[in-house]
């Protein structure tokens, strides 16, 4: 079966699970960055009682480094619920308290944790993951972006009933989403999440009532979509142009992209591939920025520079002039 065709049979199921006679749930929310905050508020909004979530403990971030909670915690506490910021669920002590919430479930939407078997097995009904993936494609930690590096023509969102494994549990619920030729991991992001909420809701539904059963996923067909690191930001001009525009747009909006220029690192926010003109990898074209890449050629259409704002291709050549002939250097 294929990943648009399973994604089709599981909507199906899902529709079926989101029949009237919906369950009041207690639960527990595990989750730490923008992306489990539509989830959690879906989950609310739904009727569930949330009586506690999870979540990454508050870090420096920002300019100023100052310590902030995550996202999650931030909306939770908006919301009067009770937030644990743990930094381990492996002492008997954590698993104690988590036991104690009595939950019938628990959502887990990019914690951040590994939930030890005690854990997982607390809650009645289990736990329910929200993965940003067709599973078994892009287990692990940057699924989002690494479909966009890849080139995927679609992704989507996996329901899934958690084990002890990396991403290896039982499928409930998917749905497919494409990723078009401009599609950047912002975007995907958003819509992926926008999916999950849905998805989980009826997900926890067909559980409760006993009409939705986990699939194991496929033996075939895995990939790991490994943790985006910044050593990945910079471009490489010697890379086909079609894959420093996967690059742009899937480092979308961290880490960022960039090239150097005049001992300063240009940020490349957005920009279109040309499979037609050729030169060295790294020569300038003409006036528009054109780049020789090491098939066919790239043009930033939006770039900026340390300290400065964002600007469109125009204006910024205007102020910072990157003329014909010269040759941008390749990743030191």
């Known amino acids: 079966m294929t990943a648009s065709s399973r994604a089709r049979s599981e909507a199906e199921q899902s529709r079926d699970a989101s029949a009237p006679g919906r369950a009041d749930l207690r639960l527990v929310f595990m989750g730490s960055p923008a992306f489990a905050v539509a989830i959690l508020d879906a989950l609310v909004a739904a009727g569930h009682t949330v009586a506690a979530c999870y979540s990454q403990p508050p870090r420096p971030a920002g300019r ?19 937030v644990r910021t743990p930094r381990t669920l492996r002492t008997a002590d954590a698993q104690a308290e988590f036991a104690a919430l009595g939950a019938d479930a628990a959502v887990v939407a990019a914690y951040g944790l590994i939930l030890p078997v005690p854990v997982l097995q607390a809650p009645r009904l289990g736990c329910l993951n929200v993965h940003a993936s067709l599973l078994p494609r892009w ?7 690494r479909a966009i590096l890849a080139g995927d023509g679609e992704t989507g969102v996996t329901i899934m009933q958690m084990d002890a494994g990396l991403d290896t549990g039982g499928m ?7 990723i078009g030729p401009r599609t950047t991991a912002a975007a995907l992001h958003d819509r992926l999440a926008e999916v999950g909420a849905r998805l989980v809701v009826r997900a926890l539904d067909g559980v409760a009532r006993g009409t939705l059963a986990a699939v194991p996923q496929p033996a075939d ?7 985006i690191t910044r050593d990945e930001a910079a471009i490489d001009w010697r890379l086909p142009a079609a894959a420093i525009d996967r690059q742009v ?4 909006p961290w880490p960022g992209t960039w090239f150097v220029h005049g001992g300063e690192r240009i940020r490349v926010l957005a920009g279109v591939a040309d499979a037609a003109p050729s030169g060295p990898p790294g020569a300038v074209l003409d006036d528009r920025l054109t780049v020789a890449c090491g098939a066919g050629a790239y043009r930033p259409t939006r ?4 300290g400065r704002g964002p600007a469109e291709a125009d204006a910024f050549l205007r102020g910072y002039p990157i003329p014909a002939g010269t040759l941008l250097p390749p990743p030191g």
């Open 221 to 227: 067909g895995v990939t790991y979509a490994a943790k």
């Open 249 to 252: 747009r899937g480092l979308d």
């Open 139 to 145: 287990r692990g930690a940057a699924p989002i972006q």
């Open 172 to 178: 409930l619920l998917a749905e497919a989403v494409p």
């Open 303 to 306: 770039l900026q520079r340390p």
């Open 64 to 82: 100023g480094h100052r310590v902030q909670p995550s996202p999650v915690q931030a909306r939770a506490e908006a919301l009067g619920i009770p």
